[in-house]
């Protein structure tokens, strides 16, 4: 079964500090991988997006890495901002228009 | 700059009404869709069009039923409301068509209950 499986649920970390956030899926085949940021309230905005020979690509302070042969991805996300508030979605892309959408990590930043 | 609008941030309807939600995007994207999204799930897609008139079943679709009459706006009808369809529904827009790193560009969503 075509799953994306994101960890953890949630992170509460100080601003100023890094983190990163996880992202396990078993879809086949494989197209390509999306990283979204979704603020409360709002549709999702792209971060991201890798392709099987990617193994890493960066955003400004988001870094997204990609290991297609474990099928895990990374979001490292550097000197963390209170804007950086969010979810943050992994999203796999399989055949077609097949779209297999992570639940996303709640990520919160305290001053 | 992209721009994906939905015609209500915030909808309440009783059981039974028919609703719509409108999406409009002013991108010249071809491809559109509808999707839900509920706390601890990954956004389901409900359904999508490929082209004006086009439209296919996503993984959801039952309940809904959605209008494509023209390229930049797509909408979403719920014949006949129920409980179960209280959610955030978010619209987006892609222009590639299948393949490729077509990013998906959202609406604001809209946050629907039903009574």
């Known amino acids: 079964k075509n799953q994306v499986e994101q960890s953890p649920q949630s992170l509460i970390i100080l601003e100023g500090k890094n983190c990163t956030l996880q992202c396990n899926y078993t879809v086949s085949p494989f197209s390509n991988l999306r990283w979204y940021k979704q603020d409360t309230g709002r549709g999702p905005v792209s971060l991201t997006i890798?392709?099987?020979s990617e193994n890493t690509k960066s955003n400004g302070r988001y870094t997204a890495t990609l290991d297609a042969d474990t099928k895990q991805s990374s979001l490292h996300i550097t000197a963390s901002q209170l804007s950086d508030s969010a979810s943050y979605i992994c999203v796999v892309k399989g055949s077609n228009y097949q779209l297999i959408w992570g639940a996303g990590t709640k990520l919160i930043i305290k001053p | 700059d992209v721009k994906v609008t939905q015609s209500s941030r915030y909808l309440v309807k009783r059981t039974g009404e028919k609703v719509f939600l409108e999406c409009v995007q002013d991108m010249d994207h071809e491809n559109m869709f509808w999707y839900r999204q509920d706390p601890g799930l990954g956004l389901r897609l409900i359904y999508f069009?490929?082209?004006?008139?086009?439209?296919e079943k996503g993984d959801i679709p039952e309940g809904y039923s959605v209008s494509r009459e023209k390229k930049e706006r797509f909408s979403l009808i719920l014949e006949s409301a129920s409980t179960n369809q209280t959610s955030m529904y978010l619209c987006?827009?892609?222009?590639?068509?299948?393949?490729?790193?077509?990013?998906?560009?959202f609406g604001p969503g809209t946050r629907l209950t039903v009574l």
């Open positions: 890798m392709t099987f």
């Open positions: 069009s490929y082209d004006v008139k086009m439209k």
């Open positions: 987006a827009s892609t222009m590639a068509p299948s393949g490729g790193q077509d990013t998906q560009y």
